[in-house]
């Protein structure tokens, strides 16, 4: 077996009251996914659990806090052409409080409906496979309240 890098990241799909979806635009120092846009998230601390991770990734990129217990939506396989191997949860929560961008981390942010997020052209390639995989039973639920 070749010498691979194990490594886990944890990423949240945020949304606010009025169920929108955030997505980050990543600065120049993520040239793999240069001009699309992704969720926030990273690489794990060795020695802090999971949901450290998601909260410390969540207020570090974007100055949001987590307002409620995340729901894990998927664990996801990447495998990079430099021998890592990289185990991805994604999680769903509502965010509190107002964007306030790491601009080393990303250069952009935007808030868009369930619709709008899974029509977009530019996602990162490994969050659209989320968005594709989420069951439309859930899928109903993240739409806004009709009047």
Same mark, same amino acid.
């Given at each position: 077996?070749?010498?691979?890098?194990?490594?886990?990241?944890?990423?949240?799909?945020?949304?606010?009251?009025?169920?929108?979806?955030?997505?980050?635009?990543?600065?120049?120092?993520?040239?793999?996914?240069?001009?699309?846009?992704?969720?926030?998230?990273?690489?794990?601390?060795?020695?802090?659990?999971? @949901? *450290?991770? #998601?909260? =410390?990734?969540?207020?570090?990129? !974007?100055?949001? &806090?987590?307002?409620?217990?995340?729901?894990?939506?998927?664990?996801?396989?990447?495998?990079?052409?430099?021998?890592?191997?990289?185990?991805? @949860? *994604?999680? #769903?929560? =509502?965010?509190?409080?107002?964007? !306030?961008?790491? &601009?080393?981390?990303?250069?952009?942010?935007?808030?868009?409906?369930?619709?709008?997020?899974?029509?977009?052209?530019?996602?990162?390639?490994?969050?659209?496979?989320?968005? =594709?995989?989420?069951?439309?039973?859930?899928?109903?639920?993240?739409?806004?309240?009709?009047?």
């Amino acid at each position: 077996m070749p010498n691979i890098s194990l490594q886990v990241g944890v990423k949240a799909l945020l949304y606010n009251t009025s169920r929108q979806f955030l997505l980050i635009k990543r600065s120049a120092k993520y040239s793999s996914i240069v001009d699309q846009w992704d969720i926030p998230g990273g690489r794990m601390e060795p020695g802090t659990n999971l @949901l *450290t991770n #998601l909260v =410390r990734e969540t207020s570090d990129e !974007t100055g949001l &806090t987590i307002a409620y217990q995340p729901i894990l939506l998927a664990a996801q396989d990447i495998f990079t052409k430099d021998n890592q191997h990289i185990v991805c @949860l *994604t999680y #769903l929560s =509502r965010a509190k409080g107002v964007v !306030t961008l790491n &601009t080393d981390e990303a250069i952009d942010y935007k808030w868009c409906s369930w619709t709008e997020l899974t029509r977009h052209k530019t996602l990162d390639p490994y969050f659209r496979e989320i968005i =594709r995989q989420v069951p439309l039973p859930l899928q109903k639920l993240l739409q806004p309240e009709r009047a």
